[in-house]
């Protein structure tokens, strides 16, 4: 169980790592710096010389090579590649090291999970960023590193969690992890539909408590991609709903959280009440900060971090509270 342990260890910094870079890559408008798939312009790796160049924009004359596009694209494949590495070596740890059935089933899915965001990672190219396959990637993301999370915290005994009791916050620990669930979900498509710049002010919105919105239009799930979504499609007021919407969500997550933090704080599981404010207020604070200051690049990836570490606190109030 130690190389079990150990390697979902890693898989679970890995994981982070290719959230960011899948954050760096949106952020920068870099989803298509690599038309094809799962190489880039024809290229193992992405044209370095003239000659090599030249043969992509041939290849692929509707999509101008940009090198500094490119590069995150082909950077975030590279490391998602090597998760699934992982994931297979994993596997064959399970199967071959332990009698562990459960062990041996959560590491199964973990690789058909992988495989399934290798096939959404193809498809968000060759669908040229479709907002809802988008958003399925990148929800895969975070699944695959709750399920690492998950496989580690089977792996080894936390002396720690096992000593705390918390059974009597089952409901409202999954009323918590759901509108969480809800609120990364009103993130991601706001990230896939350009909406993040759509209320430039704050608290308001474009001057306003209750701006000019169009909620059919914003969440509608079969958009038109036209020859690409690059940069977006909507309109003002059906961007304005997006980001409105997970703004206003935000504050429901707040009060949940609230309620779940003051149960925690008198229970044998303080410490994660803690936890839990301290990455919340983070979570606020960079929010607000995506706003004020224009979506600063390394802000804007620190926000999807500490969201998905909100996750695995979330995650880990669950585990405790439904545990047997």
């Known amino acids: ?49 003239e000659a090599e160049i030249a043969l992509a924009e041939s290849r692929f004359p509707m999509f101008p090579y940009d090198i500094n596009k490119a590069i995150p694209e082909q950077v975030h494949r590279l490391f998602a590649a090597s ?13 071959n090291k332990t009698n562990n059935k459960s062990m041996q089933r959560w590491s199964a899915f973990l690789l058909l999970l992988i495989c399934c965001q290798g096939l959404f990672g193809y498809l968000t190219v ?21 399920l690492l999370y998950f496989i580690y915290l089977k792996s080894r005994n936390f002396e720690i969690l096992n000593q705390m009791n918390i059974s009597g916050l089952k409901t409202i620990a999954a009323i918590a992890m759901l509108v969480l669930i809800l609120q990364i979900f009103l993130g991601v498509w706001t990230s ?5 710049l759509a209320c430039a002010d704050f608290p308001t919105c474009q001057g306003s408590y209750i701006p000019e919105m169009d909620f059919k239009s914003g969440f509608n799930l079969n ?21 409105y919407s997970h703004r206003i969500s935000a504050l429901f997550v707040t009060l949940i959280f609230l309620i779940l933090m003051s149960r925690l ?10 936890t839990l404010g301290i990455l919340l207020l983070t979570q606020i604070t960079l929010g607000i900060i995506n ?19 909100l ?9 405790l509270a439904w545990k047997k």
């Open 291 to 309: 706003v004020v200051y224009v979506l600063p690049l390394y802000v804007a990836i620190a926000h999807n971090l500490v969201a998905a570490c």
């Open 83 to 95: 998760l699934g590495l992982l994931a297979i070596i994993l596997v064959y740890l399970s199967f």
């Open 1 to 49: 169980m130690n190389q079990i342990k150990n390697l979902s260890l890693i898989g679970i910094f890995m994981a982070f790592v290719v959230i960011a870079l899948g954050a760096w890559t949106r952020l920068v408008d870099a989803g298509l710096g690599c038309p094809d798939w799962p190489g880039c312009y024809g290229f193992v790796f992405w044209p370095n010389d």
């Open 223 to 243: 958009q038109e991609v036209g020859p690409n979504y690059l940069y977006g499609l909507l309109d003002n007021p059906a961007r304005v709903a997006i980001h």
């Open 265 to 274: 704080w008198f229970s044998d599981a303080a410490p994660l009440a803690s």
């Open 192 to 196: 896939t539909n350009y909406a993040s």
């Open 311 to 319: 996750l695995l606190a979330m995650f880990t109030v669950n585990y």
């Open 126 to 146: 060759s669908l040229k960023l479709l907002p809802i396959i988008v958003t399925i990637h990148l929800f895969g993301g975070f699944a695959t590193l709750t």
